[in-house]
């Protein structure tokens, strides 16, 4: 059981006790003096605890709470005493709910994460838990799974997607030594790998990590609240002195501490930054701690990089040349027909393209693939090859922007598909909905080429494009900015944009398929491929920061409407601690709506 529940059930248990001597055996004075006892113990716990957030350099929150703790116990009225003890450490495990609360959420969203690697023993698969992988131990990728470790491929061809990573939209050939990272995901082909490392640097245990520290990243707001203390407290002291002055009744103070006690500005900033971030967790995105929810809210620059966050890193046709007089309804046939027996993701883009013209495909004889160069096959008695330049004819080829799928009939060059990578269809409704809170200068940083890069940023509605950006660019242009355009904000999805993303105030990574250095660096990551979740994430930011501001001024001034009408002694003292339960409930119901996708 935790510290915060034993004070709970501590002082529930000496309420009890003392209501049975007090009211059924008739002793007072030992009522009296069991929650007195009580009451000075866990004062002390509280001052030890408040000089240590002083010497931190931050003014505490509890010395109002203190003082009405000791005041009224002083002055005889234990039982407003023991009612504002249960008013805090009820409070406490009421904030320790809404945190686990909002934390399982987040951690749901491991559920569907990938644990389990296939082991071969003896050439029988076992399947065991990632983290019990050992370096040497074989393992077997299926299609379209996850690499859980880094490795060496020993048997077997495929082609890996290894975007998430490196950026880079074309899959990578693996054939037998090549170097595969964890958090690629495996093609249409099965292969065998040796793992080279443990799988600490998973896609899994990246994501744990995070979850891991959004529980315990402070947000910068809390401490804003702190700072609200100061005021509030040294109104309170002044009004319980005016009161006891002009009353000559010590027990004004007391009435007025009571009410005075500071739980709305210990619990409702945390509570509804809290509730904030499970809100974004509801919504795919994790989010490390309240003090990116704030910066989020008040950033002036968006940054992108290109490839997998405005572009989905999935390549499509976007130009064919056909030459040496070939028919066009034939060559699309012959094509998209042998790439139907291909494994390559460029194939499924010649695919889906013919499928789109309306093509129907043919029977395909006699087929045999060479990874990392093409296919051939026999179609109608005719040899089809598709493939690289030199796979596929020894004639001179054209080139072409972009990647490039060259076509032979009978050895006859007949033609080349250009394929670019594909613009997400919410990136320009995405880039239009930030533009509507606020995000004025919106970028583009890329390592593409010009053409290509100002071509996307035309299509989505971005004005400021920077092509031809390598990792150290990317940093010194967010670097470079000029300090209004600060807080900045950058959003990638790869290795190459992990510098940008640790720079940036904020950063935001695209982390659907395991770019674990991206994750790592960044403040919040996208787990769903979806970029509209950036904009989701503004805008609960925004949501966020309101309700948390507003929950703190609604608790300092019922407070302090309190405070006035108890100085005229028209509040006793122990109506005063039951109305302070019920400013605390406000409150904390109140922080709680930024939980809430209503807002």
Not at 146 to 163: A, H, K, L, T
Not at 278 to 300: C, D, H, P, Q, Y
Not at 446 to 467: F, H, M
Request: glycine share 8%; hydrophobic share 45%.
């Amino acid at each position: 059981m935790n510290t915060n529940k034993i004070k709970l059930y501590g002082t529930l248990v000496i309420g009890l006790i003392a209501a049975l001597l007090q009211f059924v055996f008739h002793q007072p004075l030992a009522a009296q003096w069991i929650i007195s006892i009580l009451g000075t113990i866990l004062a002390l716990i509280m001052f030890i605890d408040m000089i240590k957030v002083l010497r931190s350099g931050n003014f505490g929150v509890d010395l109002l709470a203190i003082t009405a703790i000791v005041a009224t116990i002083a002055l005889g009225e234990y039982w407003a005493g023991w009612i504002v003890l249960l008013m805090l450490t009820g409070g406490d495990s009421l904030e320790e709910y809404a945190a686990n609360k909002a934390k399982s959420e987040l951690k749901s969203l491991l559920d569907n994460s990938p644990s389990k690697a296939h082991v071969l023993v003896n050439e029988n698969v076992k399947d065991t838990d990632i983290d019990d992988v050992k370096v040497g131990d074989e393992l077997l990728i299926r299609p379209k799974e996850q690499v859980p470790v880094d490795g060496i491929v020993y048997e077997g061809e495929s082609s890996v997607d290894e975007s998430s990573l490196t950026g880079e939209s074309v899959p990578v050939d693996i054939t037998a030594g090549s170097h595969v990272m964890s958090g690629s995901i495996n093609g249409e082909v099965p292969f065998k790998m040796r793992a080279e490392k443990l799988a600490s640097e998973s896609e899994y245990q990246a994501i744990v990590k995070l979850v891991k520290e959004s529980e315990t990243n402070p947000a910068h707001f809390v401490r804003l609240a702190d700072r609200y203390a100061v005021p509030f407290t040294i109104a309170a002291y002044i009004i319980a002195g005016l009161a006891w002055w002009i009353s000559k009744d010590p027990i004004r103070i007391a009435q007025v501490l009571v009410v005075a006690s500071p739980c709305p500005l210990i619990l409702a900033a945390p509570i509804a930054f809290v509730s904030g971030m499970s809100r974004s967790s509801r919504n795919g995105i994790i989010v490390k701690s309240g003090t990116a929810l704030e910066k989020i809210s008040s950033a002036k620059t968006m940054a992108f990089d290109k490839t997998g966050t405005i572009t989905r890193g999935k390549l499509v046709v976007n130009n064919v040349r056909i030459v040496n007089n070939f028919d066009d309804e034939i060559f699309y046939q012959y094509a998209a027909s042998l790439e139907q027996n291909s494994s390559h993701v460029m194939a499924q883009a010649i695919i889906d393209y013919a499928e789109n013209k309306g093509i129907n495909m043919l029977d395909v004889d006699k087929v045999k693939e060479f990874t990392a160069e093409g296919i051939v096959g026999t179609i109608n008695g005719h040899e089809v090859k598709v493939g690289t330049g030199k796979f596929v004819t020894s004639e001179d080829v054209d080139k072409v922007p972009g990647s490039a799928v060259y076509v032979s009939i009978d050895d006859k060059y007949a033609g080349v598909f250009s394929l670019v990578d594909e613009v997400r269809p919410e990136a320009k409704s995405t880039i239009a909905r930030l533009k509507t809170y606020g995000f004025n200068n919106i970028l583009m940083i890329t390592g593409d080429k010009k053409e290509t890069t100002d071509a996307v940023a035309s299509q989505v509605g971005i004005t400021k494009a920077y092509p031809s950006s390598l990792p150290a660019d990317k940093v010194k242009i967010i670097r470079e900015l000029p300090k209004e355009y600060h807080p900045t904000i950058m959003v990638g999805d790869g290795v190459n944009d992990a510098p940008a993303l640790a720079l940036a105030d904020v950063g935001i990574a695209m982390g659907y398929k395991g770019a674990n250095a991206a994750s790592e660096s960044a403040d919040a990551v996208v787990l769903k491929d979806d970029l509209s979740k950036v904009g989701d994430v503004a805008k609960i930011s925004d949501d966020t920061l309101k309700v948390a501001k507003q929950a703190v001024l609604i608790g300092i001034l019922i407070c302090t409407v309190l405070m006035i009408i108890a100085a005229f002694g028209l509040i006793p003292t122990i109506i005063g601690a039951l109305l302070q339960e019920v400013v605390d409930t406000v409150t904390i119901l109140y922080a709680l709506r930024a939980r809430s996708d209503k807002l």
